[in-house]
């Protein structure tokens, strides 16, 4: 069966430094998303991408934050200077157009440790 | 956004059927009923969704009231590995497919 995959599974960075988190999503899928859950906390939406475009985000997505699909295949979110309120699991999440755009399909995670 | 309401938490023994309830009081006619789980230390994972008719796939089964004011997500036999928390989302009709994550039932399983 067809996943998301995502990397590293670990990230430890310090305050300030940028990171980039990798996601390949499932091959044929349209949409793309970034979820982030800070421990104990509910999953808080990020963005979506359809098109080579965002096509929404939350607040939490401020001018640090920015998503990219550089080939046909990866799907990458950059903080560039991170913060400690960044520490978090992040999930990247696929879908496919229309009527099943609602059933997404995530990755195990990364969880940012920021220091 | 259509609010829903469920129970923080709810318990279980293996093998028994559960029914995980969620209230919508204010859904629109077009607002589809999704629900999705998170296993410890997983990520999210899409389960079910219907707009009116019960539905079945091979992980559980949705039955929706006929006033569409509330659903519930039935597990036919519980097992270990259902242990998790259940939303139910009523994602917003356009906004990029966002999904909104609520509290949540915490299903607690027992052997």
């Known amino acids: 069966e067809p996943e998301v995959t995502q990397t590293p599974s670990h990230q430890v960075t310090q305050m300030g430094q940028e990171v980039i988190l990798r996601c390949v999503p499932i091959?044929?899928?349209?949409?793309f998303y970034w979820y982030r859950q800070i421990l104990g906390q509910k999953v808080e939406f990020l963005v979506s991408f359809y098109n080579n475009e965002i096509s929404e985000k939350s607040e939490i997505f401020d001018d640090q934050f920015s998503v990219e699909r550089p080939d046909g295949s990866n799907f990458t979110l950059k903080i560039r200077s991170t913060k400690l309120e960044d520490s978090a699991m992040y999930f990247c999440a696929s879908s496919a157009s229309g009527t099943r755009a609602y059933e997404q399909y995530f990755g195990p995670g990364t969880r940012l440790t920021v220091t | 956004d259509a609010k829903t309401t469920q129970p923080n938490s709810m318990e279980s023994n293996e093998e028994e059927p559960v029914h995980l309830p969620c209230n919508h009081s204010t859904i629109s006619g077009t607002d589809y009923i999704h629900w999705y789980r998170q296993l410890p230390s997983q990520g999210p994972e899409y389960v079910i969704h219907?707009?009116?008719s019960n539905v079945n796939n091979r992980m559980a089964s949705l039955a929706i009231a006929e006033d569409r004011k509330s659903s519930t997500l039935i597990l036919h036999r519980a097992t270990l590995r259902d242990a998790a928390v259940y939303y139910c989302i009523l994602p917003p009709y356009g906004a990029g497919n966002m999904l909104t994550f609520g509290g949540g039932t915490r299903l607690m399983v027992k052997p």
């Open positions: 091959s044929n899928h349209l949409y």
């Open positions: 219907g707009l009116t």
